[in-house]
């Protein structure tokens, strides 16, 4: 299934600018979560305390904002939806 903005989410973004690219897998293990749960956290496909997007910002040094993930996580559940209602 397509999940829109999935190519555009900040954490995949900040993984490959960096010198070397940092895989997606590899953030997870900064973050302290399997490659699995960080995709359902970029899909916007659960529900994710705060505590996760403060790990991701701990990650990346601070390059990563907790609340701009949030506020991405918050528009991709939004698309999520239109597009569930759209197709049923």
Do not use: T
């Amino acid at each position: 299934m397509f999940y829109p903005g999935a190519m555009q989410h900040p954490i995949r973004q900040w993984c490959y600018s960096q010198n070397p690219p940092v895989r997606i897998g590899e953030f997870a293990k900064r973050v302290g979560v399997s490659r699995i749960h960080l995709g359902r956290l970029m899909r916007a496909d659960g529900n994710f305390g705060m505590n996760i997007f403060d790990a991701c910002e701990r990650a990346s040094n601070g390059e990563l904002k907790a609340l701009q993930l949030i506020a991405h996580f918050q528009k991709q559940r939004e698309l999520r939806g239109a597009l569930a209602a759209a197709v049923a």
